[in-house]
C-alpha cells in the first residue's frame, strides 16, 4: 500500500479512476498480428483505439515460463521498457510493468500502467493480453507512436525472471496502421496483371538496377487499380531492395528488352513519375476504397517502366530472379483517381553526409507555385492519404513539413525512428489538402559513426537517398519536385576553393570532418540557396530556387495517468511483482483473469472482498 494513503483510500482511488476511452476486451479480436522470432514460437497480436490512445497486446509464446513484452530502441536495450507476467504452477498469476536497468537487470516501475485483460497458460503456450496508453506519464514507458516501434519480446523456460539474450527478440513493426485489409472492399470482378522481370541473371556487382519497359493491362474501357503486391523469388528476397513502377508518358519512344536503368543507354531512365513503389520490409499494400490508379482512359498511362534494384554485396554468381509487382484491378471504379509525388533531396553526389556524424540532417525543398504552369492544366488542391519512406543504411529519421504563406502548417508524415528493412507505404490519419503556392520540406536525418569517408547521394545501398513519395488525389502531371543546395557555397564555408558544383561535391573528400565542421556542414546546407526542379511525366523540366525554412518541433501530446495508482517501493513483493491469489483452473488447465477485477489483481482476492463488504456495510 501506498505511504501516504489509508488502505482503504487507496483501493477506493483505483476504482474510481475515470475510464481512459474504449479499449480491446479480453476476448476481442485483434486484427493485426506478427511472428517476432525466426522460429515462430513468439506470436503477437494487436489492436488500437486512436481516439482513446490505448493499445491491446496479445504475446502468446512457446513456453511454461514468464514472458514479456515492450518497446526499445536502435541502440541498447538499456531504459526499455517490459510489461511481464506469467502463471505460477499452483495456478497464481503474477503481472508487473517493469523496465530494464541495465541488459541483465529488470527493476519494476513506480507507476503501473499496464492493465491486464487475461493470462493463461496451457500445454503448450503462456499467453499474456494487456492494455496501456500511448503515452504515460512514467519516464520508464517509451512511447508508442506513428514511428517504426522497435518490439521487444522475452521470456523464460520457468517463472524465474531472469533474462537471456537467447530468449530476447527486437522486431521493427509499424504498430500504428491505419487500415487492415480486412477492413477494406474488395471489388467484385477482380483481375491480377503481374508485371516481372524473368529469368534474370543478376550481375555479380554491389549494385544493378535494372529495367524494362512494360505494357499495362488493356482495357475497353475505364478501370482501376486497388491494390498491389510484390513478386519476389524467396531465397532471392535479400537480394531485391526495391520495386518501382514509373508511368510514361504516352508519346514516349521507348527501348525494349533489359538493361541498365541509370547506364549508358539513357532511354533506359525514361519515364519518371511513380505509381507503384516497394521497399525491403514492406508487404502488400490496398488503397483506400474511394481511391485507385486510373487505366483504361485516353490520359491514362499505357506503358510503365519496371525498376528492380539489386544489392549482391557478396558478389555470388549464376543467380537467377524473377521479380515484379502484382497488380489488382477492376471495372469497379472509385470515387478519385491517384497519382504519387516523389519529394526529397535530388539523388545526385551535389548529396552528401560527413563521416563520424552523429546526427547530420540533409533538406530537400519543393515549391508547387510552379504547378500549373509546368502542369499546362489547373492543379486542384491535392488530397494526401498516404506515403513511403526512403533512405539507405545511413538513414534514421524523415520528415515532410508543409508551410503555406511563410507559415508552417503541420507535419504530413514522419518517422524519428526510421529502419532501412522496414519500407512500406502507410496510411494517413486524415487526409492533408495541398494547395497550389504551398511549400513542402524533406528532413533527412542520418548517423555515419561507422564510417571514415564521406557518404554521397547516389543509387547504390552504400550511397544515401533522401525521398518522401505522397500518395494523392486527384491525380496530375507532376511527377516530382526536388531540391539541392548550393554546394559551390557549402565547399566555400568549409573553406575550399571551388568553381564548380562537381568540384564542389569532390572538395568534401578534402574536409577534415571534425564534430564542429560536420555541425558547419549542417549548417552551411541549410542557409544556402536551394534549387528546385520540377519534373513531369512528360519529362518536362521546370528550376526555380528557394530557401530552406525552420521547422518548428511539433509538442508532444498530454501523457495519461496511470489507471493502476502509484506503486511505491514498500509495496514491491520479494518476487518484484504484483501478487495475485490463487485461481481456480479452467476446464483446459489454465488460470484466466479475464474476469478479475482490477482491484483483485492489485491487492489479492481476500482484500478484494473485505472492500466490497466494507462498502455494502457503509451502504
Excluded at 475515470?18 to 511472428?35: C, K, N
Aim: a negative charge; glycine letters at 8%.
Amino acid at each position: 500500500m501506498a505511504r501516504t494513503l489509508p488502505f482503504g483510500l487507496l483501493l477506493l482511488t483505483v476504482l474510481a479512476a475515470p475510464s481512459q476511452g474504449s479499449r480491446q476486451g479480453p476476448a476481442s479480436r485483434l486484427r493485426y498480428s506478427r511472428f517476432l522470432d525466426p522460429s515462430n514460437a513468439v506470436f503477437l497480436r494487436w489492436d488500437f483505439d486512436l481516439e482513446a490512445e490505448i493499445i491491446t497486446f496479445e504475446l502468446q509464446v512457446r513456453t511454461a515460463g514468464w514472458v514479456g513484452l515492450g518497446i526499445t530502441n536502435r541502440y541498447t536495450m538499456v531504459g526499455s521498457d517490459l510489461v511481464v507476467g506469467g502463471v505460477l504452477p499452483e495456478g497464481n498469476v503474477y503481472f508487473s510493468d517493469e523496465h530494464l536497468v541495465d541488459e541483465h537487470t529488470l527493476e519494476k516501475d513506480g507507476s503501473q500502467d499496464a492493465e491486464l485483460l487475461g493470462l493463461t497458460e496451457d500445454a503448450v503456450y503462456t499467453t499474456m493480453r494487456f492494455s496501456r496508453p500511448f503515452r504515460s506519464c512514467d519516464p520508464h514507458d517509451q512511447d508508442i507512436t506513428s514511428d517504426t516501434m522497435r518490439v521487444l519480446a522475452a521470456y523464460g523456460l520457468d517463472d524465474t525472471l531472469q533474462l537471456d539474450r537467447e530468449r530476447m527478440f527486437v522486431k521493427s513493426i509499424f504498430l500504428l496502421q491505419i487500415f487492415h485489409p480486412d477492413d477494406l472492399d474488395v471489388p467484385e470482378n477482380t483481375i491480377i496483371h503481374d508485371l516481372e522481370i524473368t529469368d534474370f541473371l543478376i550481375p555479380e556487382d554491389d549494385t544493378t538496377y535494372a529495367c524494362t519497359f512494360l505494357p499495362l493491362p488493356i482495357v475497353s474501357e475505364k478501370h482501376h487499380i486497388y491494390r498491389f503486391e510484390p513478386l519476389l523469388v524467396d531465397h532471392n528476397e535479400t537480394l531485391v531492395h526495391h520495386i518501382l513502377l514509373y508511368a510514361c508518358g504516352n508519346a514516349s519512344i521507348l527501348p525494349t528488352g533489359i538493361s541498365d536503368c541509370y547506364g549508358a543507354d539513357p532511354a533506359f531512365s525514361l519515364c519518371s513519375q511513380v505509381i507503384v513503389g516497394w521497399a525491403v520490409g514492406g508487404t502488400s499494400y490496398q488503397f483506400p476504397d474511394d481511391v485507385g490508379i486510373s487505366i483504361g482512359m485516353p490520359s491514362d498511362p499505357q506503358w510503365v517502366r519496371l525498376e528492380i534494384h539489386y544489392s549482391n554485396f557478396h558478389n555470388l554468381p549464376g543467380l537467377y530472379d524473377t521479380s515484379g509487382i502484382r497488380m489488382y484491378y477492376s471495372a469497379q471504379l472509385r470515387k478519385y483517381d491517384m497519382g504519387v509525388l516523389q519529394l526529397g533531396f535530388l539523388t545526385f553526389p551535389i548529396h552528401f553526409i560527413p563521416p563520424g556524424a552523429e546526427s547530420f540532417r540533409s533538406y530537400g525543398l519543393c515549391k508547387t507555385e510552379k504547378f500549373e504552369e509546368i502542369n499546362r492544366a489547373p492543379v486542384p488542391d491535392l488530397q494526401v492519404f498516404g506515403y513511403l519512406l526512403h533512405t539507405h543504411l545511413a538513414g534514421r529519421a524523415l520528415q515532410a513539413v508543409q508551410y503555406r504563406n511563410g507559415a508552417q502548417l503541420q507535419t504530413i508524415c514522419k518517422d524519428d525512428s526510421y529502419d532501412f528493412s522496414l519500407q512500406e507505404t502507410r496510411d494517413l490519419p486524415h487526409r492533408v489538402e495541398l494547395k497550389p503556392g504551398d511549400e513542402l520540406l524533406v528532413e533527412c536525418q542520418y548517423e555515419t559513426l561507422d564510417r571514415d569517408s564521406p557518404t554521397f547521394g547516389g543509387p547504390s545501398t552504400i550511397n544515401e537517398m533522401c525521398l518522401i513519395f505522397l500518395f494523392y488525389y486527384p491525380r496530375n502531371n507532376i511527377s516530382s519536385c526536388q531540391g539541392y543546395p548550393d554546394i559551390i557555397s557549402v565547399a566555400h564555408e568549409l573553406g575550399e576553393e571551388v568553381s564548380d558544383s562537381m568540384e564542389g561535391a569532390m572538395a568534401m573528400n578534402n574536409v577534415e570532418w571534425s564534430p564542429e565542421n560536420i555541425r558547419a556542414a549542417e549548417k552551411a546546407c541549410k542557409e544556402v540557396p536551394q534549387t528546385v526542379i520540377i519534373k513531369t511525366i512528360d519529362e518536362i523540366v521546370e528550376n526555380t530556387t528557394g530557401w530552406i525554412p525552420e521547422i518548428i518541433p511539433t509538442p508532444r501530446g498530454p501523457c495519461l495517468e496511470s489507471w493502476g495508482g502509484k506503486v511505491e517501493p514498500q509495496d514491491e513483493t520479494p518476487a518484484g511483482f504484483r501478487a495475485a491469489a490463487p485461481m481456480p483452473l479452467s476446464a483446459s488447465g489454465t488460470a484466466t483473469l479475464s474476469h478479475i477485477p482490477l482491484a483483485a489483481l492489485l491487492f489479492g482476492q481476500g482484500a478484494f472482498s473485505w472492500l466490497l463488504a466494507t462498502l455494502q456495510a457503509a451502504v
